[in-house]
């Protein structure tokens, strides 16, 4: 029997979470951001389920190959643009949109003598500052790039840094200095992450690029998915490999730093920190057993963790058990692992199988 460790993947909720995304901004493109392995929950299977959306968005263009490889020629953004002046040939072949947010990616579409042209997505730095050309630059930067025979068409963007506030002054004050530049220019705009799609109508605009949301989770500071209308598509699961009876007094595991204020029950689950089960997370913190609440008894460590089965007293060996998904938040575990739902899912490693439904 192999190693019970799985993150069951919903698809049916992922449609349905892109569906709330196309429901929030009926009258924008819909760009579903697939970077990273889809969150981690795979990118091909996850991109052929949202056929719907308008375009996809990646990092870079090792995930776009990755894409065209497969068969997937639907329109495709690479967040980042390009690395180096050589990547403009493999992306003219594979028709990818560039988005450009430095005057060096400009150069080099300059430069560049191949055949194809290109979409350009140009970044504005409206106050994130991280990628993005300055206000002051767009007027000269814009007409560097239309005066370019490879550019075919020029599109805005940018970032909210604090969308996922939703009284952000900051975010507010990057709406309104986008609208500055937006003004006088004629071509299509995407400001909308998944917290300014839901939370900040004045984001909508032509083009929004939901990912967090599409994944389940809230993308506020303290968010409910379920009160966001999300559902949950990662379910991180075991079984329960070994139960076991302790006398009051009896330690569990690493540094013996969980203590047994009573007779309990513990039982070991096939789940650790080399499946990105963060080791952070302190006794206390709650799984399901069977569907019932319990909660961490010990540290986590490299494959194994323990829980206080205490409430539950029917479980046994090859009981299930549920470290985040359905009836138990990834946004709630991640709070506790003083963390974000993107890390904890990106962070599952890959020999944990991932198991497709619905």
Request: charged share 20%; glycine share 8%; hydrophobic share 45%.
């Amino acid at each position: 029997m192999s190693r019970p460790a799985r993150a069951r993947i919903d698809l049916g909720a992922l449609q349905h979470n892109f569906q709330r995304a196309r429901a929030a901004a009926p009258a924008s493109h819909v760009i579903a951001v697939i970077k990273a392995n889809a969150y981690g929950h795979g990118v091909l299977p996850v991109a052929e389920r949202l056929a719907d959306a308008d375009a996809f968005a990646v990092a870079g263009i090792d995930e776009a190959l990755v894409l065209r490889e497969a068969g997937h020629r639907k329109r495709t953004l690479l967040l980042a643009g390009i690395f180096q002046p050589d990547e403009l040939s493999e992306a003219a072949a594979r028709d990818l949109d560039l988005i450009v947010h430095d005057v060096w990616q400009v150069d080099a579409l300059s430069a560049w003598q191949g055949k194809g042209r290109f979409d350009v997505w140009l970044k504005v730095d409206t106050g994130m500052h991280r990628l993005g050309i300055a206000p002051a630059e767009l007027a000269a930067i814009l007409a560097a790039l239309r005066s370019l025979p490879c550019v075919k068409n020029v599109r805005l963007m940018t970032h909210l840094a604090c969308a996922d506030e939703p009284a952000s002054d900051h975010a507010q004050a990057q709406l309104q200095q986008m609208q500055a530049c937006c003004a006088g220019f004629e071509g299509e705009v995407c400001i909308a992450n998944s917290a300014a799609l839901l939370g900040w109508p004045d984001a909508r605009r032509d083009w929004v690029r939901p990912g967090i949301m599409l994944y389940g989770s809230s993308p506020f500071v303290g968010g409910d998915a379920s009160k966001d209308g999300l559902r949950p598509v990662m379910h991180l699961e075991s079984r329960l490999i070994a139960v076991r009876d302790l006398a009051e007094g009896e330690t569990i595991g690493y540094g013996a730093a969980f203590r047994a204020a009573s007779p309990m029950r513990m039982g070991v689950v096939a789940m650790g920190y080399a499946d990105g089960y963060p080791r952070c997370l302190a006794a206390g913190t709650p799984v399901l057993v069977d569907d019932k609440p319990a909660s961490l008894a010990g540290r986590v460590s490299m494959d194994l963790v323990t829980v206080d089965l205490s409430a539950v007293p029917e479980a046994r060996v090859g009981s299930l058990v549920r470290f985040w998904g359905a009836g138990l938040p990834a946004d709630a575990i991640a709070r506790a692992a003083g963390t974000i739902s993107y890390e904890l899912f990106t962070g599952v490693n890959a020999r944990v199988p991932r198991q497709y439904e619905g």
